[in-house]
């Protein structure tokens, strides 16, 4: 198994662009979530999926939208870059429903710049 | 979602046991918790979780206090590898979203 993939790993944007980060599992996780990380900060998660069809907000979506068409994929959309979304993105996965009882995934991470 | 309090770091001596303290007074019944941890420049990886009982794998150990109102990781030789942040989170059973706090800056000297 990869695991979990993110692409691309680096990507710099300028203010007003838009973009797709991709992520993807191989695990055939239901439950999936993004998570962005500024410098010498913690994660916060930005929105979440328990499964195709089904997305939801965490503690900071504004900016971003996400879908979820299959249970392999789970992108993050900014629409209009903006310098405050300079971070580094992580994308996660768990099995079983997310079940406390499960562990977390994550991915590499794709590190964000927004001239 | 119930809170976890951690100390913002701690220093160990390498191959000398480290015991991180997380206090999470809120924890519901149904709540795991759960320890990842962050090297430099990566992302988390799982290290542990349980729900009442003390646990073991072969990264660390979990000892989680009678009314779960606080629990420790314990690494029983800290090598230089372990210098990170230590996430200490509590994962609701439903649906569990994975909240981080702040996390302990874990150093090691040699």
């Known amino acids: 198994n990869a695991g979990v993939t993110q692409t691309p790993k680096f990507q710099v944007l300028k203010t007003g662009q838009s973009m797709t980060l991709q992520c993807a599992q191989d695990m055939n996780h239901e439950y999936m979530s993004w998570y962005r990380q500024d410098p010498g900060m913690g994660l916060r998660l930005i929105h979440y999926s328990v499964g195709a069809g089904i997305t939801d907000q965490g503690e900071v979506p504004n900016g971003y939208n996400v879908s979820r068409s299959t249970t392999e994929d789970f992108p993050l959309r900014l629409l209009s870059a903006a310098p405050s979304q300079t971070s580094v993105y992580f994308c996660?996965?768990?099995?079983?429903?997310?079940?406390?009882?499960?562990?977390?995934?994550f991915g590499p991470g794709t590190r964000l710049t927004v001239l | 979602d119930a809170k976890t309090t951690q100390p913002n770091s701690m220093e160990s001596n390498e191959e000398e046991p480290v015991h991180l303290p997380c206090n999470h007074s809120?924890?519901?019944?149904?709540?795991?918790i759960h320890w990842y941890r962050q090297l430099p420049s990566q992302g988390p990886e799982y290290v542990i979780h349980?729900?009442?009982s003390n646990v073991n794998n072969r990264m660390a150990s979990l000892a989680i206090a009678e009314d779960r109102k606080s629990s420790t990781l314990i690494r029983h030789r800290a090598t230089l590898r372990d210098a990170a942040v230590y996430y200490c989170i509590l994962r609701p059973n439903q649906g569990g979203k994975l909240i981080f706090g702040q996390g302990t800056e874990l150093s090691v000297k040699p």
């Open positions: 349980g729900l009442t």
């Open positions: 996660a996965s768990t099995g079983g429903l997310a079940g406390g009882y499960n562990e977390q995934f």
């Open positions: 809120t924890i519901s019944g149904t709540d795991y």
